[in-house]
Each structure stands twice: as C-alpha cells, then as structure tokens.
C-alpha cells in the first residue's frame, strides 16, 4: 500500500509537471505569436521605406532557436530542456551572398530612426540627392558596416567539473536556422596540483565542488579549432565566450579555411562561491563562432593604383550624374514654377476679361436708360416750347387786343369829345 502511494504520489507530481511544462510552452507560444503579430505590419513598414529610398535591403522575420535555456541541467526549472524560440530581423542586401542578422530589439530602435529618415525626405520634396547630402554611413538607419557574421552558437555542458573532471568535447556549431555548421573542438580542464589537494576532502564520500566553497580554482579553457566552417564564412574565424564572469575571443584564424586551427588557450582563477557551483553544476557554457565573407574583405581590402583611379572614374561620374540629374530637376522645377505661374496669369487675365465685358454691358445699359431718360426730357421739352409758342401767340393777340380795345377807346373819346363840341357849338350858333 505505501508503494502504491508513492507510485500514486510520483504520478501526480509528475502530471503536475507536465501540466505546468504544457501551461509554459502555451506561454511562450502566445508571447512568440504575439511578437510575430506585431513584427509583420513593422516589417511590411520598412520595406516599403527601404524601396521607396532606394536601399536596396530587404527585411524579414527569422525565427532563431535559443539552445542555451535547453541546455539547462536544471531538472527543478520546469522550462528545462524546452527548445525557446526568438524573433530576429534578417537583413538582405543586394549583391551581398551572407545577409545580416539583427537582433528584434536592435530593429525596433532602428526603426525610429528610419521613419525620421523617410519624413525628411518627404520634407525635402523627395528629393534623393538632398537626403543624400543629409545622410551618410555614420547616421544612415538602414547602413551596417561590412563586418563579421555570426556563424552559430556551441554549447558544452558543465557538471563534469563539479566532479573535477576534465572535459573534451566536439559540440556542434548550431546557426540560427538551426542547422548544424560544423564542430568546435573544445577542452576544459582543471588544475592537476590543486585537484589533488582537494581528494577526499570529506573522508568518506566524492568530493564536489559545493565542498571546497570558499577556495580558488585555475581553469583553462581550449579551443584547438573548428571543422565544417561554411565556406561563405571562411575568413577570419574566431570563436567568442563568456566563463561565468570572464569574457575572453580568440585571435581570427589568418588561413582562409573552412577548417580553421586557434590552439586557443585562456586561464583563469575562479573563487568557488554557491553561484558559481550553480552555473557549473546547471548551466552550460555557449561558444559564439564568427566569420567574414569573402565580399567583406574585399571591401575593406586596399586599392592600387588601377582601381583607385577606377573607383575615382566612378565616382565623378556618379557626381556628374547626380549633378545632371539635380540640373534637370532643378529645370524642371522652374518649368514647372513658369508654367504655374502663366496658368495664374491667364487665369487672372480671364478674370480681368470677364469683369470688363461685365463692366462694358453695364455702361451700355446704362447709356441705353440715360438715352431713353433724354429722349423722354427732349419730348417733354418739345412739349413745352410748343406750349410756350401757344402762350407767346395767345400774349401777342391778348397784347394786340388790348392795343385794338384802347385805340378803340381812343377813337370813342374822341368822338365823345367831338359830339360833346359839336353840341357846345350849336348852343352858342343858336
């Protein structure tokens, strides 16, 4: 019966775990769609931008296997040995075989800059040769300098020398598709001496590390070389990593190889703290392989006389070009800036027109009403020099009259006066 507890037991933590591993993947599963989510409109962004300015570059999601947390020999972490999956940004240059590999975050902050880039050249017209004037290899967003390439990343797991024992191993190199790159042949050993001095430090049980706390221990750490390089990264291989708190890189191999040797060796004195026996004892340690492309260092190689003299060719002649070029913009801006303004011109001249003949059809009614207004004052005058012509007659035969009724009254008196004599006379005759 208390086995069948145990088993029962054992089973329900079991499950628990499961449960809790399963909740986990969802997690990350909805985090890492959720990044993707939000990446795709970004990415559709900048590669509009990088066409509309002539980059020649093209972005895409990459989806890059982080080995490091698999690696974990922490059996309590219920992420252990679960394969996480991280967003990059790969960069494609034209003409370039090896493309680049940016990190999401490192997009992100690039991609403020590049808006700001793509509004100054909407502010200056779209005009390339000015945001080329603004811009150069030193503040372009879109501009990394050729350099080296990060082959893949080896691990080699630790917890051997929590045992004090040596370690020689040939990780592979895995690159961010996940795909194997060759191996790296590595060896992590102790100190021969000081390891003797620590047997049976307790006695009775194997000594470890949790049971010298407290002393120091010498590593040395061996990278012999690596097999398998790609040959688009052959040149100038290093290797790269960080044992627990020292961060040490090999010399490049000078041989253009894809086999290139190191015989690095990097020694170091490491207090034997609890931390540190957590990282020995779970963690494993990363090797991060970097190469150069041939067209790198064809770039960065020196000109001799012919090609700098080539180079130079090219150069006036693209400056020639780009002066032409701004020549007839410039042409074609003051054409543009004529023809504008002879529209405006006309434009107004119509106007002007316009408002004349209004004017002028205005003045001849006008002059048509004031005609009229004449015509009516000359009637009325007509009229009344006719009148006046009646009055003047009727005054002349009322003057006339009158000078006919006094002669008349004249002729009456005389004649009263005549009779009045006359019968004066014939008194006295009588």
Known sequence: QNQLEKALRTQIEETKKEKQLQERKRRMQDLLEAQITEAIPLINEVNAMSVELEKSKEFSIQLVANHSKAMSNDVEDESANTLETDVWIKVKTEN???????????????????????????????????????????????????????????????????????????????????????????????????????????????????????????FTITIAG?????????????????????????????????????????QVKMPITEEFVTFINKEALEFQVWGTSDQVIESKAPLNIEQQQEKERKEKASALEEAKNEGEQNVNKIKSKVEEELKAAASKVRILKEQAESKEMELKQRMMELENQLSKRNTKVEDLESKIKVLESTIELTEQKKKFNMHNLVIVISLFSFRSLCSSLRIECT
């Open 226 to 266: 690596a097999k398998g390089i790609p040959r688009s990264l052959r040149n100038n291989v290093n290797v790269s990593y960080k044992f627990f708190t020292s961060n040490h890189r090999t010399v490049p191999c000078q041989s253009r190889t894809i086999n290139p040797k190191f015989n690095d060796t990097f």
């Open 96 to 218: 370039c075989e090896v493309p680049q590999m940016w990190i999401y975050e490192k997009f992100t902050n690039r991609l403020y800059l590049m808006r700001e880039m793509y509004q100054d050249f909407v502010e200056c017209g779209r005009n390339m040769t000015t945001l080329d004037s603004n811009y150069n290899e030193n503040n372009d967003p879109f501009y990394d300098p050729p350099d080296e390439s990060l082959i893949g990343n080896a691990y080699v797991m630790l917890d051997s020398l929590y045992y004090f024992l040596n370690i020689e191993d040939m990780p592979p190199i895995i690159n961010y598709k996940g795909k194997t790159d060759g191996v790296l042949q590595v060896a992590v050993s102790l100190d021969e001496t000081e390891v003797e001095n620590f047997d049976d430090v307790d006695g009775e049980e194997e000594t470890t590390f949790k049971d010298i706390i407290g002393e120091t221990l010498k």
